[in-house]
């Protein structure tokens, strides 16, 4: 039983599943989505979520700890140069997992996971939503300013 396990080792030793994760999330900064079976996603997640939150802050001791965990000069450097700019407002929630479906041969559940702020489909429909103005939950304060001005127009007749 795996009662309080955090971590899912899948079925990896230590050394593997850290290099697998680290070459997972260099191509994930890289190609900006990647296609993967779902419990590899959710382990990349806790991976580089953490990642992207230290690059917001861009200094020689934040680039040394991520380059400590991906170990490659030229995702480290598009990750502080590229995708730490277009996250710098968001408070945590960078990767989106889509299932896909099964795959033929083994039949595991893939995703596709992808970096938020990357996909043109969804960051442009958010624009033009907020650009709406918010609607109260409150259906008082809107019935009150129609009556006082409604009481206003009779005034003046």
């Known amino acids: 039983m795996r009662h309080g396990k955090k971590v899912n080792h899948l079925s990896r030793k230590s050394g593997h599943r850290k290099s697998?994760?680290?070459?997972?999330?260099?191509?994930?900064?890289?190609?900006?989505?990647?296609?993967?079976?779902v419990a590899k996603a959710k382990?990349?997640?806790?991976f580089v979520e953490p990642l992207i939150t230290k690059s917001k802050d861009d200094?020689?001791?934040?680039?040394?700890?991520?380059?400590?965990?991906?170990?490659?000069?030229?995702?480290?450097?598009e990750l502080f140069r590229e995708v730490a700019p277009k996250v710098a407002n968001r408070p945590g929630g960078y990767t989106?997992?889509?299932?896909?479906g099964n795959r033929l041969g083994d039949n595991?559940?893939?995703?596709?996971i992808e970096?938020?702020?990357?996909?043109?489909?969804?960051?442009?429909?958010?624009?033009?939503s907020a650009a709406k103005p918010k609607?109260?939950?409150?259906?008082n304060s809107k019935?009150?300013?129609?009556?006082?001005?409604?009481?206003?127009?009779?005034?003046?007749?």
């Open 20 to 37: 697998m994760l680290s070459n997972m999330a260099c191509s994930l900064i890289e190609h900006k989505r990647i296609n993967t079976t």
């Open 43 to 46: 382990a990349l997640r806790g």
């Open 59 to 77: 200094t020689t001791h934040m680039r040394r700890t991520v380059f400590s965990y991906l170990k490659n000069k030229e995702s480290v450097s």
């Open 96 to 100: 989106r997992i889509i299932k896909t």
């Open 108 to 112: 595991a559940e893939m995703c596709l």
């Open 115 to 128: 970096l938020v702020d990357f996909n043109e489909i969804y960051t442009s429909g958010e624009d033009k």
């Open 135 to 139: 609607r109260s939950r409150r259906g």
């Open 143 to 157: 019935k009150t300013t129609d009556v006082t001005s409604d009481e206003s127009t009779e005034k003046n007749d």
